[in-house]
């Protein structure tokens, strides 16, 4: 034992001399704080001042060295949440010297994923903001492998859904809170600081009204793989021949109600010929509800964070969102967004209770219930008579939470109606093929060809060869695109061809100059690249 002790204290003195010898080394991807994320070797964080700490030495290293800079507004965000300004990460400098005043460093060994979660009582938030961006942040950082450490550093217990993170590492996640009991000064032998926005697909509405993000780069496939993730860790195995088809009734039990969620459950069971179950996160574990979704035909459920589950869906299934008197399905799309994601093959219906006979209000609720009592008189009754909630800002506007916390009943034809527009025979997952869309490559090869034909008349022949992955592809349809443009004009001819050759003859002129683009595009719709552009004479 005193072997070990003394290597435990050999390592312990080699860790503390290269802090003090080496400081804090930083190198950041990213050009702006909102797309930053940071590499640290010895990063540490004073429990007592609840303060990253940047040791400065002769082999430090801070890349990007913004100067003053770095407090404009931050280094970076600690969540996936853009630019929010509760997020912020940023350290204080110390010259490594200092070591020799300051509490004895404690050493964290694990490499450590350091983030906020956004708001970890609320599911929808859970995945969007979390637990995909975690994942994805780990899978472009590959020292951040299953043995890495999470540290949530937002300040927040572990809340109701902490058994999902622990999912994404071998180590129990550790929150800031924690941290003190493991000494005053830590230190992160090798970390990674904020997380990867490249999965979220939904803005809050922080600084113009909520909805979709402007450049949604995930598909359905990153999507999919993260669930399939996440089944494995759970231990549901995706039933291949699944033998029954059945519609799945997400419920609230709370608050945002189904009046008559028996008699709802019935129609759709009687209308689909289809087994319809009731779950909802009170009654029914995670797993459970995991294992039910992800081979259910069709989601039904009321607006809310609940409805992100619909992320395990099979490919084919729909989702029917229903929707409040008074709330404008189209100004809050989170789920139908994710839902229509490429790739995610879902089909997505929305459903508004257009009846104010058929809603139920609760003006006399605490505000964060979506009570009313609390504002004037005047708009009190503004709210009461107004027939649709006005675009709005994030997150305590009275009469969305008024209007989003009724309870409705829902008017079971008009309902069915709406399904009936979209799916016409059975709904459900049926077993479809890969049909991933492939884009073609560059066509290769491209020459022209003049001819002039006395003074007012010419040709222009061009040809060119199929994209190099072509050969390797069935494709149904190959089509080629062609613009002929006279040189220092800005508009141009353009011509959709089946053959790897034209001769042009409309609008061409003698002795001039054209330039001519020529594109791939298989079955209408899949772009391929423009060749670079060919200078023909005639
Ligand atoms: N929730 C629930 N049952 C209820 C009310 C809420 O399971 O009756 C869950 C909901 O899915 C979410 C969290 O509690 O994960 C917070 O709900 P809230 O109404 O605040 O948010 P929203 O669903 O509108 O996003």
């Known amino acids: ?299 039904v459920s009321m607006h809310g964070a609940q409805l992100v589950m619909s992320l395990f869906l099979p490919r084919g299934a729909t989702v029917v969102e229903l929707f409040p008197y008074a709330i404008n399905p189209e100004h809050y799309t989170p789920y139908k967004t994710l839902a229509t994601l490429p790739g995610m093959d879902l089909h997505y219906i929305a459903w508004q209770n257009t009846a104010r006979e058929d809603t139920v209000t609760y003006p006399d609720r605490p505000w964060d219930q979506g009570g009313i009592a609390h504002l004037d008189k005047a708009e009190q009754e503004r709210i009461i008579k107004s027939t649709e909630v006005p675009r709005h800002l994030c997150c305590r506007n009275p009469e969305w939470l008024f209007r989003a916390y009724q309870d409705t009943k829902v008017n079971i034809p008009s309902l069915i109606h709406v399904i009936r527009q979209t799916v016409k025979s059975k709904p459900g997952p049926r077993k479809q093929k890969w049909s991933g869309s492939l884009y073609p490559g560059k066509v290769r090869d491209a020459k022209c060809q003049a001819s002039v034909q006395g003074t007012s008349e010419a040709k222009l022949s061009v040809s060119w060869q199929i994209p190099w992955n072509l050969r390797y592809l069935k494709v149904r349809e190959v089509k080629y695109e062609v613009w002929i443009q006279e040189q220092g004009e800005n508009t141009y001819m353009p011509y959709i061809l089946s053959h790897q050759n034209h001769t042009f003859s409309e609008n061409i002129k003698p002795f001039t100059i054209y330039l001519v683009w020529i594109r791939c595009i298989f079955n209408k719709n899949l772009l391929g690249p423009f060749a670079d552009v060919l200078l023909c004479s005639t």
């Open 1 to 299: 034992q005193s072997q070990e002790q003394s290597e435990a204290q050999v390592d312990y003195h080699a860790a503390l001399q290269a802090l003090v010898e080496n400081g804090t080394r930083m190198v950041c991807t990213g050009r702006m704080h909102t797309d930053r994320i940071c590499r640290f070797e010895s990063l540490c964080y004073s429990t007592e001042a609840e303060e990253f700490v940047y040791f400065h030495s002769n082999s430090s290293v801070m890349l990007p060295n913004l100067g003053s800079r770095r407090f404009q507004p931050a280094l970076l965000d600690l969540s996936s949440v853009e630019d929010h300004n509760t997020q912020y990460f940023n350290f204080v400098e110390l010259p490594a010297a200092a070591l020799k005043f300051m509490p004895k460093p404690v050493f964290v060994p694990d490499v450590a994923l350091i983030a906020n979660r956004f708001n970890p009582d609320n599911l929808m938030h859970v995945f969007h903001d979390d637990l995909l961006p975690i994942y994805y942040t780990m899978q472009q950082f590959s020292d951040l492998d299953l043995e890495a450490r999470l540290f949530f550093m937002e300040g927040w217990s572990e809340g109701v859904h902490f058994d999902l993170y622990k999912l994404l590492s071998n180590k129990q996640p550790l929150l800031r809170e924690e941290l003190k009991t493991l000494g005053r000064l830590l230190c992160f032998t090798k970390s990674y600081v904020g997380l990867s926005k490249i999965t979220t697909w939904y803005q809050y509405g922080f600084v113009q009204p909520q909805g979709p993000k402007a450049n949604i780069l995930v598909s359905g496939n990153e999507i999919r793989q993260f669930t399939k993730f996440m089944m494995q860790k759970l231990n549901i195995s995706l039933e291949e021949s699944s033998s029954e088809e059945y519609i799945v009734v997400f419920s609230r039990t709370i608050n945002r109600l189904i009046l008559n969620e028996a008699e709802l459950i019935l129609a759709l069971a009687q209308e689909f010929q289809m087994k319809t179950i009731s779950v909802s996160l009170e009654e029914h574990s995670f797993s459970d509800i995991v294992r039910l979704i992800s081979n259910a035909s069709m989601l």
